[in-house]
């Protein structure tokens, strides 16, 4: 029964927080934003407000980062980093999926920590979920950064990665908005040595 209450009051005790500029609202990259942007064609704007664009507005306020998609006939592979200290150590987002690719275009929605790929999903149909925004965890499952939690700044980048045909039309796209990082929640079972890593 103690070790019981104990995980219960770890689990209730576990805090989730947004990230610095977490739901974009400081602005475009470069006017305001804490995000750096990367992308191959710089007159697109990648955190934007989608209900003018998409028809739908932001998870939270008015912005959020708009990955992939067709920009001067150009499918874009593009990408947002923070530099930033990574604790707790799970992230998790809030996301809205327009997947128009052909059969033989390929997209990867990639997490990377200086440069290290932490996480890789490929896009498909199932991530078609326009006008409803959907928990990262959901399809894209546990996206943990753990080996990054030391106390260090460390570069943090959410990429976009279309294989595109360039034939103008079609390409993956992709909402993300609520960028937390949380703690792994105590579960039953757990030993007391992973609890005192975690917490």
């Known amino acids: 029964?103690?070790?019981?209450?104990?995980?219960?009051?770890?689990?209730?005790?576990?805090?989730?927080?947004?990230?610095?500029?977490?739901?974009?609202?400081?602005?475009?990259?470069?006017?305001?934003?804490?995000?750096?942007?990367?992308?191959e064609t710089p007159e697109c704007v990648t955190i934007v407000d989608p209900l003018g664009s998409w028809g739908f507005p932001a998870y939270d306020g008015v912005n959020a980062v708009w990955l992939g998609g067709v920009c001067e006939n150009v499918g874009i592979s593009n990408q947002v980093c923070q530099d930033m200290i990574i604790s707790p150590s799970q992230l998790t987002f809030w996301w809205m999926g327009a997947y128009t690719l052909e059969a033989e275009q390929e997209a990867w929605i990639e997490v990377r920590v200086d440069g290290v790929i932490a996480h890789r999903s490929q896009l498909g149909l199932e991530h078609h979920t326009l006008g409803t925004w959907a928990y990262s965890e959901d399809l894209f499952g546990l996206i943990d950064l753990l080996p990054w939690e030391d106390g260090a700044s460390h570069t943090l980048c959410i990429i976009m990665d279309n294989l595109y045909s360039n034939n103008g039309s079609t390409a993956a796209n992709l909402l993300v908005d609520y960028l937390e990082l949380n703690h792994p929640v105590?579960?039953?079972?757990?030993?007391?040595?992973?609890?005192?890593?975690?917490?």
């Open 1 to 39: 029964m103690r070790v019981l209450i104990v995980l219960l009051m770890l689990a209730s005790a576990a805090s989730a927080g947004l990230v610095n500029d977490g739901s974009f609202e400081n602005g475009e990259c470069d006017a305001g934003s804490a995000w750096t942007c990367f992308t």
């Open 186 to 199: 105590a579960t039953q079972g757990m030993s007391f040595s992973t609890l005192k890593v975690l917490y």
